[in-house]
């Protein structure tokens, strides 16, 4: 089956699929060196490059943290939902918070428990929100909105403001949206790179030209690391390590670069002996979820339709 454009939907089922198991690789291999300096990360590791556990969560090699699970929250109500469902997404944050996860943000915390005791699905504005928690967990709503970006940017914007009102969370999310639905038509690196370029012209504050190495949880800092490692490296595992060994909010700027790094390199770009590491339920539902969240997308109905 051929999509618009001549793009294969298989091919895009693939790269989807990479996408977010290179957020899940991210967030595992990132988490150990979470809230480390650059240069406490080498006095340790020297180049972190393994998928080793630990850190101060003290998780098992290969375990995931609040950004891959926020992400699956998302992935689960919409393909539950055959759809675009804002209130399954908050359900399922709120079933998540209840379970007593191994991490949680504190703005993610406050904003989900808004929607538990008042049924908030937009937390109001607030100048300290403009950190990267709705970020870091968007990729299956550009996985379902594949091929209309104005739905995209609805949507991803909603989600976000559940737990992060500020116009510069909800640029992160449109920018990465847009870039990610490239990605997932094959567009060359290069390409994406000139992409952005237009994409900055109204989100200067994004702007990595003259990288000052913050990597902090504060989502200018988040994407300017995020683009720095992705355009920088020059294979799945370089961008990963890269970002991984800036320290900071390790596993969240890692979680940002693996998806999108996925999406561009494909699953055979994700080097074999991090993908043993991790739980192969995982992964499984991973790989369905993608698959599904594909086939919903109005790209893949445009496409069935032709047929």
């Not at 967030?27 to 020297?46: C, R």
Request: charged share 20%; with cysteine.
């Amino acid at each position: 089956m051929t999509a618009e454009r001549g793009y294969h939907i298989e091919d895009i089922r693939s790269r989807a699929r990479a996408a977010f198991i290179g957020l899940a690789v991210g967030d595992s291999l990132g988490a150990p060196v979470e809230f480390m300096t650059a240069g406490e990360i080498e006095e340790k590791y020297g180049v972190l490059k393994e998928i080793v556990g630990g850190g101060w969560l003290r998780l098992k090699p290969g375990q995931v943290t609040d950004d891959t699970d926020m992400a699956l929250c998302i992935a689960r109500a919409l393909a539950a939902a055959g759809g675009w469902s804002l209130t399954g997404i908050a359900d399922n944050f709120a079933g998540w918070l209840k379970s007593k996860p191994v991490d949680v943000g504190a703005t993610c915390r406050r904003g989900i428990r808004n929607y538990m005791l008042k049924g908030t699905l937009e937390t109001p504005y607030n100048q300290w929100d403009a950190g990267n928690g709705a970020a870091m967990r968007m990729l299956p709503v550009a996985l379902l909105t594949l091929g209309d970006e104005r739905m995209m940017a609805d949507c991803v914007v909603a989600q976000a403001r559940i737990t992060h009102n500020h116009p510069l969370s909800d640029g992160a999310c449109v920018v990465l949206g847009k870039l990610l639905h490239l990605a997932l038509l094959g567009v060359s690196k290069s390409r994406l790179r000139l992409e952005l370029e237009g994409l900055l012209a109204q989100h200067e504050s994004f702007r990595f030209d003259h990288y000052h190495g913050l990597s902090t949880g504060y989502v200018v800092d988040t994407m300017q690391t995020v683009f720095h490692h992705f355009f920088r490296g020059r294979d799945f595992e370089e961008c990963l390590v890269g970002a991984v060994n800036q320290g900071g909010d390790a596993d969240t700027t890692a979680a940002i670069v693996g998806s999108l790094a996925g999406a561009c390199y494909g699953m055979e770009g994700i080097p074999r002996r991090w993908l043993k590491k991790m739980d192969k339920n995982l992964l499984a539902e991973i790989d369905r979820l993608a698959r599904k969240l594909i086939d919903l997308s109005p790209l893949a109905t445009a496409a069935a339709g032709c047929n």
